[in-house]
């Protein structure tokens, strides 16, 4: 039998099998297909995550441009929509609506409405009397205002974890050089929802009357007072159109993940506080980009390094982007009024 063999860097070097040659080419191949295919699974699976934080950031960007404070109770108010989702979709089900397609669009209003009144009531009663007050009574309000919505949660749905029933059943696989990426339905319709849950709003920010008084009273509230703009109903509209986005990333996460809590606010709050951060606290398109990158960032950590550390990776993160560039990626640098 002849054994071909292959000699590498000169007569020197070691002789070395042909077949073991091209069997190690092969496997490293094979690494690097699933490399490639883990990587684009991970991607989508972040896009997922970050189009979900970017809806929740929409909420605390918006009520910063307008009020410059943080509203550390908007992670509260996602979780409150989750609930929602859940008793939406028992009293369509209660009522005899069996198509499919149906619950998800009347879940989805039922919930982003009653959410947007949740926002306006929680404007009134914790923020409207601290208006003209210090800065830091309102952050203070917040956040009683947060501890508030978790209990309130938990007396009245139980501490329990809760979840609701697979809306959205089967799997899109995409071949992809040998290697399979599988998106779920579920998937493919939270990104759609999402973004144009994001178009809507940017377009009625930008090209409509209701926009244009938005920023308006966001570039100088005492100037659009003057001009005859109501800045308090601004306001308060901001919190509702805030806690609306957040009602519809709560059914759209709790439809991924099926399952939710009284204490599910408090963490997804705050990367989607990261991920405002992250693209520019008080930009929408910002908040849009850092939810997105936050997510995409997080969902590679756990699939490449460690699932455990994805909480201290963004919540680090969110350390070095204040540290660094606190303005965010696509906000300016405050400036001083004098």
């Known amino acids: ?36 295919v883990f990587f684009l699974q991970q991607l989508i699976n972040g896009l997922t995550l970050g189009a979900v934080y970017g809806l929740i950031a929409i909420g605390y960007t918006m009520v910063y441009g307008i009020i410059g404070m943080i509203n550390f109770a908007h992670g509260e108010v996602y979780m409150i929509s989750a609930y929602l989702c859940a008793i939406g979709l028992a009293l369509l089900s209660f009522f005899g609506l069996q198509s499919f397609p149906l619950l998800i669009l009347g879940t989805l209003v039922f919930t982003i409405v009653v959410t947007g009144v949740y926002g306006w009531v929680i404007e009134r009663i914790a923020y409207k009397p601290l208006r003209n007050s210090t800065r830091l009574a309102p952050l203070i309000s917040a956040i009683g205002m947060s501890l508030i919505l978790q209990n309130y949660a938990q007396i009245s749905q139980g501490p329990r974890q809760q979840g609701i029933p697979t809306l959205l059943d089967g799997v899109f696989r995409l071949n992809f050089d040998g290697g399979v990426i599988q998106i779920t339905y579920t998937k493919v319709f939270i990104l759609v929802a999402s973004l144009l849950g994001m178009a809507i709003l940017t377009y009625i ?3 409509t009357r209701l926009g244009r ?22 306001i308060s509209l901001v919190f509702v159109i805030g806690a ?6 709560g059914v759209l996460i709790t439809m991924n993940y099926g399952t939710f809590d009284f204490y599910v606010g408090f963490i997804i709050g705050i990367k989607a506080f990261t991920a405002a951060v992250l693209g520019g606290i008080g930009s929408l398109p910002g908040a849009m980009l850092g939810g997105l990158l936050l997510g995409v960032a997080e969902a590679q950590f756990a699939g490449m390094v460690n699932s455990d550390y994805k909480d201290v990776f963004s919540f680090g993160l969110l350390v070095v982007i204040l540290i660094f560039r606190p303005q965010g990626l696509l906000g300016r640098p405050m400036v001083a009024k004098v």
């Open 244 to 249: 609306a986005m957040a009602g519809l990333a």
């Open 205 to 207: 920010i930008q090209h």
């Open 213 to 234: 008084i938005c920023r308006a009273t966001q570039q100088d509230r005492k100037m659009a007072s003057i001009l005859g703009i109501n800045t308090d109903r601004v």
């Open 1 to 36: 039998m002849t054994d071909k063999r292959i000699r590498v860097f000169g007569g020197s070097a070691p002789i070395l099998p042909l077949g073991r040659v091209c069997t190690s080419l092969r496997s490293h191949q094979a690494r690097l297909l699933i490399m490639d």
